[in-house]
């Protein structure tokens, strides 16, 4: 069972970035799907979640707006795209994945987690 995140980078404050989910081992076309981000010295904090059949979608505030999850259950693939991007959006970004099928903003639901992709927002 393996997630694995890609498409981080350093990019300029404005700029885009999408980050990829790919997922191997087990089907996860049934399970929520979330990201979730970690600054140095900070807690691990829910970014965005998409319920098993992408119907519904959630965000943090700090988001809303700039930040679209998707998913491609055929690719077994799920996206983060992430617009405006800001200096405070700097941290290392999780994928994780939930057998739960609605989709949840607590760490504590998701049972399947990625090694996680660096994204830095220079100002």
């Known amino acids: 069972v393996q997630l694995e995140e890609s498409g981080g980078g350093l990019v300029q404050d404005g700029d885009s970035l999408r980050l990829t989910c790919a997922a191997s081992g087990r089907t996860f076309s049934d399970d929520a799907m979330g990201w979730f981000r970690q600054a140095p010295g900070k807690e691990r904090e829910f970014v965005a979640a998409?319920?098993?059949?992408?119907?519904?979608?959630y965000y943090a505030d700090s988001v809303k707006g700039r930040f679209t999850i998707s998913r491609d259950n055929a690719k077994i693939t799920t996206y983060l795209q992430m617009n405006s991007l800001k200096p405070e959006d700097t941290a290392v970004y999780y994928c994780?994945?939930?057998?739960?099928?609605?989709?949840?903003?607590?760490?504590?639901?998701?049972?399947?987690w990625g090694q996680g992709t660096q994204v830095t927002v220079s100002s």
């Open positions: 998409i319920t098993w059949d992408a119907i519904n979608t």
């Open positions: 994780a994945a939930s057998r739960l099928r609605l989709a949840s903003a607590a760490r504590g639901n998701y049972d399947y």
